[in-house]
Structure formats: C-alpha cells, structure tokens
C-alpha cells in the first residue's frame, strides 16, 4: 500500500529524469514517395523507457501515420525486431540508455526483407523458409496417442535452446549470406529445424536435414555470428547451426 | 504471398506499382519453380565446405613450413636463387610437397572466392564474368605450376 506514495516522493524530491531524446526514423510510404528519408522527432523520455515507448509517444502524439508492428510490448510475440542503431534488437527490450541517447538514435527496418512501410517488412519469405523446414512434430506411428509421449530430461535438454525463438526474425535479417538474395534458409529456419530434428520424439530428423542439405541450406553459413549477437532470446543460434552442420556429416542426432 | 500479390486498393493502387519496382529489392519470394535446382544429395556445397577445413589443416603445416624455410632459415630471402629452387626440386620430397600446396592453395583460394563472388555480386552477368575469369586463373596458374614442378630442368641455359 505504501509503496506508490513512496515513488511518487521519490519521484519529485529528485531531479527530472526525462531528457531529451531524438529518435532518427527510416521513413517510406510508397504512396508518396519512392526513396525512403530519414525524419527526426524529439522526444521527452525516460532513460529507463524503451525504444518501443518512443516510437508509440510519437504515433500516438506527433504524427499518426507512423507504422511498425508491436504486439505484447514484452519480448514474446516477436514482431518488432528492428535495427536500433545499426543493430537488430526487439523495440520492446532496448533501453533508451542503453542506445547512446546523447546522439540521434536511428531507427531503420530489418535488412533482407522488402519495406512495405515505414518499419514494416514483407516478412513471407522469411516464414516460407520456416515451413520448407516442417516445423511440427511428425511421428511413425499412425495411431491417435493414447498417453503422454514421454521424454527423460536429458533428452528434452538436447534441444532446450532452440524451443525458446520467437520469430522475431532479427537474426535471419541480420546475416549478410540472406541480404545477397535470400534464397538461404536463414539462421531462424535452421533453429527452427534444430528444434526438431534433435527431439528424440520427433521421427522426420533425416527429412529435414536433407532439406537443409539444399545448395541454400546450412552449408551457405559462414560463421560471421551476426546472429548469435542479434537474438534477442539469447539463442546460441551459430552453434545450432553448427549442430546441424555436424549431424549432416556423421548422420549422428 | 508474395509482395507482388498484395494488393493495395483505392488511391494507393496504382502508386503502389511502380514504387515497389522502383526502390526497392525485388521481393524475395522462395517460391520454388521447375528452374529451381533440386535438393542434391550427396552435394557439392558439403564437399565444398568440407574441403575448406581439411585443405586449411594440411595448408597450416605447408604454408607454414614453406615460410619458414624460404623465409627465416639459413639466412632467409637472401639465399633463394635459381641453385636453391634447383637444389630443393631434386628431391621427390619437395616436389611432392611443393605440387600439394601449389593445388591446395588454388583449389581452397578459388573455392574461397567462389563463396566471395557468390555473396557479393549480385547480378547474374557479373556472377558469370567474375566466376569465369576466377576458374580461367585457376586452371592456367595449377596446369603452369604443374608442368613447370614435374619438367623443371636444373641444367638450363
Ligand atoms: C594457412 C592455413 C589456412 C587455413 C587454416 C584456412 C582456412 C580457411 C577456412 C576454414 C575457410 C572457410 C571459411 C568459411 O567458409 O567460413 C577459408 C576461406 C578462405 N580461404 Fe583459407 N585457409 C588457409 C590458407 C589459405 C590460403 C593460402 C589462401 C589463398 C590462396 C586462402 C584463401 C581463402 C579464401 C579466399 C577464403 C574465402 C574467404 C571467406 O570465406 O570469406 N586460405 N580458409
Ligand atoms: S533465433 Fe532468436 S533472433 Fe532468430 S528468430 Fe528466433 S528469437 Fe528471433
Ligand atoms: S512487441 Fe512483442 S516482442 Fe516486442
């Protein structure tokens, strides 16, 4: 009970925390212009807000035409990977004293994947590339279950990292292999791949990975760790990719 | 869908069109067609990988060890002359080590800038005129190298 009156007085006996803050935005709208631009907005902001809460300032305040997709606004839903100063990270999740607020912090679309508007991109591919990889369970047994399909820890473990993506794509739209063409698979349907392929539950891992075996599959990846860097899930998403690599030569997972 | 099947409507119709082929990469649909290769099994682009790290393990100790003789010991650069090259050809083992470096050392460079040509460039002719000078390169300097290990004539005037 006392601790909103203790906030509040804390609150005011210190200092204004707001600063200003210029969030330098990747703008297009291909009905009125063909190139994008950049804009600036100048905020009020809280270091301790995040990227997310300036972007929704301006929409809601400054200029309502302003589009980028965000959903839970807490990491989980995965829709508003964007490159916050060079670097994909979740809008949600990056502080802004976090991003050198003392200059502008720009703000552009992930790379690889065409700008429909503003922040929003043509995510498609990226989700082809998700289901060419069959990412449901698939079993030998034609029979309906009749009980659990049990798993002892250390095989649930075997691929615990993988089965915590979110889809947000910030990996896939940050390597360098998918900007050339994006014919490659990408480091999300790989983890995606991961995921099953070494579930001892699952029956179809020789599939899949005859399918990442593809010219565009995992031998496209040049270990440049651009992924690794971007999860924001913190997914040591290289090393999957690694995995695979190593189950492809030695038919072993 | 691909971008290409979105369709905007009202005003933004026609503008939509040509602003999407004008400044922007053409969308990158995944949809796969007869021109798009087959899956091959048991695929060049694993052996390609593979051959990366094996010929990269045995260029450790070739190259290296060709540094070090050429370079450091017995006086270093100072001494390589024609006697030299003529004194260390004489002997099988130098042949052979000189003709696995010579092959490795191109087939791992050219493969390293196939992958380079590969992720660079983006057009198809300039793909196709880049590969074609790297592999006409390749193929003469391996062939010149080859003849010139196996015919070098040590009395020559
Ligand atoms: C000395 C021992 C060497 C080792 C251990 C080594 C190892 C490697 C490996 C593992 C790769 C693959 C990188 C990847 O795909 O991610 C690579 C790429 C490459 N190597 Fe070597 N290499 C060696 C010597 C050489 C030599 C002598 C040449 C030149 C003739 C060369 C030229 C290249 C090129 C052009 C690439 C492609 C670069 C890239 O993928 O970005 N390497 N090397
Ligand atoms: S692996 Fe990480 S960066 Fe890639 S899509 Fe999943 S959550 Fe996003
Ligand atoms: S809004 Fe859901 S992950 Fe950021």
């Known amino acids: 009970m006392a601790t909103p009156v203790l906030d509040k007085a804390e609150a005011a006996s210190a200092a204004s925390p707001y600063i200003t803050v210029t969030l330098r935005i990747r703008r297009f709208n291909p009905e009125v212009a063909a190139e994008p631009h950049w804009e600036d907005f100048q905020l009020e902001m809280d270091p301790k807000e995040r990227v997310l809460d300036g972007l929704n300032k301006i929409k809601w305040d400054l200029d309502g035409t302003l589009t980028y997709r965000r959903s839970c606004a807490h990491g989980i839903c995965g829709s508003d990977a964007m490159r916050i100063n060079g670097k994909n990270r979740l809008a949600c999740k990056t502080l802004i004293k976090d991003v050198n607020p003392g200059k502008p912090i720009t703000v552009e679309p992930i790379k690889g994947l065409t700008a429909l508007k503003d922040l929003v991109v043509d995510m498609e591919p990226f989700f082809q590339a998700y289901r060419d990889v069959m990412p449901f369970l698939i079993t030998n047994d034609t029979n309906e279950p009749t009980r659990e399909r049990l798993q002892s820890p250390e095989d649930r473990e075997r691929f615990d990292d993988t089965t915590k993506c979110i889809l947000c794509a910030a990996c896939t739209s940050s390597c360098p292999v998918f900007w050339n063409d994006g014919q490659y698979f990408g480091p999300a349907a790989i983890v995606n791949a991961h995921r099953f392929i070494f579930d001892s539950r699952d029956d179809a891992g020789e599939q899949r990975l005859e399918i990442l075996n593809d010219r565009d599959g995992v031998w496209r990846c040049r270990t440049t760790f651009n992924c690794t860097d971007a999860c924001p899930r913190g997914i040591e998403v290289t090393k999957a990719i690694q995995e695979v690599k190593r189950a492809l030569i030695t038919r072993r997972f | ?157």
């Open chain 2, 1 to 157: 869908m691909s971008t290409s099947e979105i369709n905007l409507t009202g005003s933004s119709a026609d503008a939509a069109e040509d602003a999407y082929t004008l400044s922007l990469d053409a969308p990158r649909s995944r949809t796969r067609t007869k021109k798009t290769p087959r899956s091959t099994r048991g695929n060049f682009e694993m052996a390609a990988w593979l051959f990366m790290r094996l010929s990269g393990i045995v260029l450790v100790v070739l190259v290296l060890g060709h540094l070090l003789i050429q370079l450091v010991l017995d006086g270093g650069v100072s001494k390589i002359g024609f006697a030299f090259v003529a004194g260390r050809w004489a002997s099988p083992f130098w042949q052979v080590w000189d003709l696995a470096m010579l092959w490795l050392a191109m087939l791992h460079g050219a493969n390293g800038l196939r992958t380079v040509i590969n992720d660079y460039a983006e057009r198809v002719n300039t793909r196709l005129w880049l590969k074609g000078l790297l592999y006409t390169a390749t193929v003469f300097t391996i062939l010149l190298g080859t003849l010139v290990i196996f015919t070098f004539d040590p009395n020559i005037r």
